[in-house]
């Protein structure tokens, strides 16, 4: 069974802390990605990338950062969390050989509190 | 620059009525795929359907069809005798050609089926 595993369900932290959000998939996909769930905002779209040691700037970058080292590995960083960046952040895979019409698959989100 | 909007927030329904959600898009490329994504409360989105922008076909998939109308730039929903296990949030998104599998999401549509 395919898999995006999200480490942590639920965070909470503390105003100014670093915040690590990390994400790994088991399906040898290129594309990774980092989109933040908001009520009445939908799901937008953080940071991705295409291949290690690279990453693009989504919609909503700011106050993020991101890193991926290993394939299957993309970690999504909050340098100095506030308490407006208090979402649910999901994390999807896709492969490249899919194309723009490519399936995104998902984790199961990690709720993050900020205090 | 690529929009999607589901105007619907929230509908609430009763077991075995139909029930069809709402999805308007716009987008200057001529090339575009458009999906359909469920989020139960578990919180992992799961893909229903995609479509891209040359295939008007209607689908259906057992209680669920999909009416792709470019005409009116919509992409709408409809589960037919609906039943509780559809209760979730559904979301409407939209990738363009040139964009490397990126999806804009609609804002979600949360639905609730009540027995």
């Known amino acids: 069974d395919v898999k995006v595993t999200q480490s942590s369900r639920y965070l909470v932290k503390r105003t100014g802390e670093k915040v690590f959000l990390e994400c790994v998939q088991d399906?040898?996909?290129?594309?990774m990605f980092w989109y933040r769930q908001d009520p009445g905002l939908g799901l937008r779209l953080i940071y991705f990338?295409?291949?290690?040691?690279?990453?693009e700037k989504g919609d909503i970058p700011e106050g993020y950062s991101v890193s991926r080292e290993k394939k299957e590995r993309f970690s999504l960083i909050l340098e100095s969390a506030s308490t407006n960046q208090t979402s649910m952040y999901l994390c999807?895979?896709?492969?490249?050989?899919?194309?723009?019409?490519?399936?995104?698959?998902f984790g199961e989100g990690s709720r993050l509190t900020v205090l | 620059a690529q929009k999607v909007t589901q105007a619907q927030t929230e509908i609430s329904v009763v077991e075995k009525e139909d029930v069809t959600l709402d999805c308007v898009y716009e987008?200057?490329?001529?090339?575009?795929?458009l999906f359909w994504y469920k989020q139960p409360p578990s919180g992992e989105l799961v893909f229903l359907i995609r479509r891209n922008s040359f295939d008007e076909q209607n689908e259906i998939s057992g209680r669920y069809s999909w009416n792709f109308q470019k005409s009116t730039s919509s992409f709408n929903f409809t589960i037919t005798a609906s039943q509780v296990v559809d209760s979730a949030v559904y979301f409407c998104?939209?990738?363009?050609?040139?964009?490397?599998?990126?999806?804009?999401f609609g804002q979600g549509t949360e639905l609730s089926v009540k027995p």
């Open positions: 990338s295409y291949d290690v040691k690279m990453k």
């Open positions: 399906m040898d996909h290129e594309n």
């Open positions: 998104a939209l990738s363009e050609n040139n964009q490397g599998g990126k999806l804009i």
């Open positions: 987008t200057r490329d001529t090339t575009y795929y």
């Open positions: 999807a895979s896709s492969t490249l050989a899919g194309g723009p019409d490519g399936e995104l698959f």
